[in-house]
Each structure stands twice: as C-alpha cells, then as structure tokens.
C-alpha cells in the first residue's frame, strides 16, 4: 500500500525569506502523481503544485518549487520570498496513474507560519 | 467556471434533525466526491462518485447517504448524526489533464 509521511508537523519562516516542506513517500509503482495542497484557515484546500513521476525535471508555480528525488522517494516543497498569505496547513498527497480509480493517498499534514 | 461550490458554509444540527449537504460543478467533471475532515488532520475519503454512479464507499454507516441526480450535482444527506460526525465536510470533482481534484470550500458541520 501507498504511504505518505510529512514528518513536520509544524514550521515557522520569517518573512520573504525561504523554507522548505518535506515529504517522503512509499510505493511500487513507476508512474504517478504527486501534488502539494494548501489548506488557509478559509479552510479551501488549493492545489499549489504538481509533479509527474516520469518527468525528471523539477516543477516551478512562481514563488513555489519542489525538489522531486524519485530513487529516493523524496518531494519537499520549497517556498521563497515567503509571503503572509502563505500560512497555511500544507498537504503532501500521492495519486498512482494505472488500473482505473486511484484515491489521493494523503500525508498528515504541514503547518506553516510566517512570521512578520 | 472553474469552481467547485458547497452549500450551506456552516450547518447546526441536533441528532433528530435531518439535514443535506449541497455540492455543485460545472467543470465537465465526471468524478466527485466526499470527503469528512477533522481539525489538523487530512481528509478522509467518504464517497466517491463516477458518471453518476457510486463506486466508491469506504465504510461510512449508513446515517450519511450521498445523491448524484446528475453530472453536476452532489449531495449528502444527513440522519441521526453523532457529535463525533461534527467535522468539516468538503467535496471534490477530478478532470483535466492530470486528473487533478478540485476541491470546494466546505461545510463546517457542528453536530449537538
């Protein structure tokens, strides 16, 4: 079975500056998604970014960045110039591709908090 | 249009009452689902609808009843809830390129 593990509950980043949110994951297959969601307090949760397994090439959303190692089964989240309106609760989720209907496999969550 | 919308926001209900949950998009999605989210935890898969039709139900007892009248359209219909069902109900439809779910706002339920 797919597993998702953020294993930072919280972090905390000043202003404009930059942080980076871990997430690992286990799976068997060779082919997938992975994604980033936000969840503000507005309680919305917004896709930040996404991330095709077969591509090599790290995926960029302006200030938003991750740092895909697929050997390793690693998928951080890297915001910079950090923004107030970026606190949040940050979801790392996995989605395989093959074999019809395949659920979000969720990690347990990252709360950010960006300080003045 | 690119939404997914849920109504009502905020939703008080004693365990008698029976109330329904409102979910509606117009994206072409063709797959929509629930989900039930407690506080500071990622959400958790209830329902999940295909073309209309159930194909998904992971375990929920039978006091929550989802509805898909069309493609568009999602409803979950409440009965003799427990306090602990109060949670945060957010629905969700999947299309595009990447098969990516979209998620709506939410109905914070609040179950006395």
Redesign the interface.
């Known amino acids: 079975a797919q597993t998702v593990t953020q294993s930072q509950p919280e972090m905390s980043v000043q202003e404009a500056e930059t942080v980076t949110l871990s997430c690992t994951y286990d799976t068997s297959e060779s082919d997938y ?1 992975l ?1 980033w ?1 936000k969840q503000p307090p ?6 930040v970014i ?1 991330q ?1 397994a077969y591509k090599q090439q790290n995926a960029t959303e302006n200030r938003f960045s991750v740092n895909f190692q697929k050997a390793a089964k690693s998928f951080s989240l890297k915001i910079s110039d950090s923004q107030l309106g970026d606190a949040a ?1 940050y ?1 790392c989720a996995y ?1 395989k591709i093959s074999g019809g ?1 395949n ?2 496999i ?4 990252t ?1 950010l908090a960006v300080h003045p | 249009d690119t939404e997914v919308t849920q109504t009502p926001k905020h939703l008080v209900m004693g365990m008698t009452n029976k109330k329904s949950l409102k979910c509606e998009q117009h994206m072409g999605h063709r ?1 929509m689902y629930w989900y039930k989210q407690k506080a ?4 958790e ?1 209830m329902f ?1 609808y ?1 073309y209309e039709k159930l ?2 139900n992971e375990s929920v007892p039978s006091r929550f009843s989802p509805e898909c009248p069309n493609s568009s359209l999602l409803n979950l219909h409440l009965h003799a809830l427990q306090p602990e069902d109060s949670a ?1 109900y ?1 629905c ?1 439809s999947t299309g595009g390129r ?9 109905t ?1 339920l609040t179950v006395l």
């Not at chain 2, 990447?98 to 939410?106: L, S």
């Open positions: 998604y994604f969601y507005s309680r919305q949760m917004i896709l996404r095709e609760m979801f989605k209907y659920k979000l969720f990690g347990a969550g709360r | 797959a500071k935890k990622p959400p898969l999940v295909s194909s998904i945060l957010l969700a990447y098969n990516e779910q979209f998620f709506g706002p939410g914070r």
